[in-house]
């Protein structure tokens, strides 16, 4: 998952899948960092935190640390007129401006990665390991594997050292 995350006195928080579908958008006052924790819980953990400004709040931060994820942010501010258009195929589900920042957050950090996603796909399925595709998107993120063949080793041999063990 990836998730962004839109701190202040209205909390908003977008979940999306490895594939840029929206999981959930959701927003309210007065959240508490164990209140966006436990929402994010709630659909899975997440690999990717995002944050829509370039200067990232210290909560975005703690929560990224607290979930050991990678810390997405633009590298310059993005308009709100942008983050609008970035989020336009979803005005139907956006309910504030919020909501619209923490979207707009998480589909620009899925862009960013979506070209990784795309060969991780393409390599696992030339090889038919298309079942690892998400253990590998962590290892790469999360754990920093230093490239995919790294990663598909490291991942085959938990597999083999989980099945010797049962």
Known sequence: MIVGIDPGVTTAVAILDINGNVLNLHS???MKKSDIINHILKFGNPIIISSDVDVVP????NIARKFGCVLYSPDRQ?????KKKITRDYSE??????????????MKAWK?????????GYILKKFNKQEIFLEIISKLI????????????ATESEMIGI????
């Not at 993005?78 to 942008?82: I, K, M, N, T």
């Not at 960013?112 to 991780?120: A, G, L």
């Not at 099945?163 to 049962?166: E, G, K």
């Open 28 to 30: 309210r006052r007065d």
């Open 163 to 166: 099945n010797t063990l049962r």
């Open 142 to 153: 999360k754990d920093k594997s230093p490239n995919i063949e790294s990663a598909i080793i």
């Open 93 to 106: 589900i956006t309910k504030n401006h919020h909501e619209i920042d923490a979207l707009s957050a998480c």
């Open 78 to 82: 993005v308009s709100f007129a942008q």
């Open 58 to 61: 210290k909560t975005v931060e």
């Open 112 to 120: 960013h990665y979506r070209p990784m996603f795309s060969k991780i």
